[in-house]
């Protein structure tokens, strides 16, 4: 399966490290962040990657190539202007398979993704995210998303505390590729806004829970604690 990772965050809240390169290139133990992800997707036997990428986009380019060095093939698809999370994807949509593993380029999540692939193959969904219990340890990223017994996706909503929020996303999608279909060309779209709320409506979003935790280095705190336990 195609992994698809969305590199081309600003990072306003890791300023001044970012004002020369994106946030997925922001360093760590000697390395870019994003280059963990990539071996790790290496190592997951995920060959075929395609990062969208924005602001300073050549950076992630430069360094990456064509990926041969990395054990996979990389292809890259710019943003003529920042779309969003959701207009990127849109952008890229020639590029897209049918279906495809879909990654943050600030967040990591070392779990098995091929699990991941193969449960959203197996149950009849357009779109499907792996969630966490903050209980088990807490990310420093705030609950945001509820379920329904059966595992369906009901409501997702940051910045609330609300009782039935009791998972938080943890960075890791699939998706099919028709959900991007139906959206207007370079348009500025949310995932969290805009697409998960139409999927949660006709109840396409389903989950799939880990116990494994998630690292987020969107903030200075969240960056040093990834930092400290390298």
């Known amino acids: 399966m195609q992994a698809v990772i969305l590199a081309g965050g600003l990072g306003t809240r890791l300023r001044p490290i970012t004002e020369r390169i994106p946030k997925p290139m922001v360093e760590v133990a000697g390395e870019p962040f994003l280059v963990r992800i990539v071996r790790w997707l290496e190592q997951q ?10 602001y300073r986009g050549e950076v992630v380019s430069d360094y990456f190539g064509d990926g041969k060095r990395f054990g996979v093939s990389i ?23 049918d279906e495809f593993l879909l990654l943050y380029g600030d967040s990591y999540l070392p779990i098995d993704y091929q699990q991941v692939v193969a449960a959203f193959r197996t149950l009849p969904c357009l779109g499907l995210m792996v969630v966490y219990d903050n209980h088990l340890a807490d990310t420093g990223v705030s609950n945001n998303v509820a379920l329904d017994p059966n595992g369906w996706v009901t409501r997702y909503a940051k910045n609330q505390r609300d009782s039935d929020l009791q998972y938080v996303e943890a960075g890791v999608l699939c998706f099919r590729r028709k959900v991007f279909e139906s959206l207007q060309a370079r348009q500025i779209i949310s995932l969290e806004q805009e697409v998960y709320p139409e999927l949660i409506a006709e109840r396409q979003l389903r989950s799939f829970a880990t116990a494994q935790q998630f690292f987020d280095i969107g903030t200075p705190q969240r960056l040093e604690e990834f930092v400290s336990k390298q």
């Open 45 to 54: 036997d995920f060959r075929r990657l395609l990062l969208l990428l924005s």
């Open 75 to 97: 292809d890259y698809n710019r943003e003529p202007s920042p779309l969003g999370t959701g207009g990127a994807l849109r952008n890229a949509l020639e590029k897209l398979e």
